[in-house]
């Protein structure tokens, strides 16, 4: 079944820097346009970024001119870089395939931000 493992979070500072992977499974990864997601606790899930097939990405407003999307097709892989971190930015973080809302989440990866 199609779905993603992402990796790469841990505890930063406030304006620190992580970079996120989402390593993809059970799908023919240049086919999709995919999406970074962010959940805190007893909030639903919110869009961040989203990269189309061919590598155009936009991110939402709050965290324009911080964090950049990216893919590697060849390696089944999508980015989050994300710099100038501030605590509102911890959350849990995950990837799916955008428009296939039936897809399960994967395993996501915890942002902490605290000094």
């Known amino acids: 079944q199609a779905h993603f493992v992402a990796s790469g979070g841990g505890l930063v500072q406030p304006g620190g820097s992580l970079t996120l992977t989402c390593t993809a499974n059970?799908?023919?990864?240049?086919?999709?346009?995919v999406g970074w997601y962010r959940q805190t606790p007893g909030a639903q899930r919110e869009l961040v970024a989203s990269?189309?097939?061919?590598?155009?990405?936009v991110v939402v407003s709050s965290v324009k001119g911080r964090f950049t999307i990216s893919r590697d097709n060849a390696k089944g892989t999508v980015d989050l870089q994300m710099n100038n971190l501030k605590p509102e930015d911890a959350a849990e973080y995950f990837c799916?395939?955008?428009?296939?809302?039936?897809?399960?989440w994967g395993h996501g990866t915890q942002v902490t931000v605290s000094s």
């Open positions: 799916r395939r955008l428009h296939y809302p039936s897809d399960i």
């Open positions: 059970g799908m023919v990864f240049n086919m999709y346009d």
């Open positions: 990269v189309t097939r061919s590598g155009s990405g």
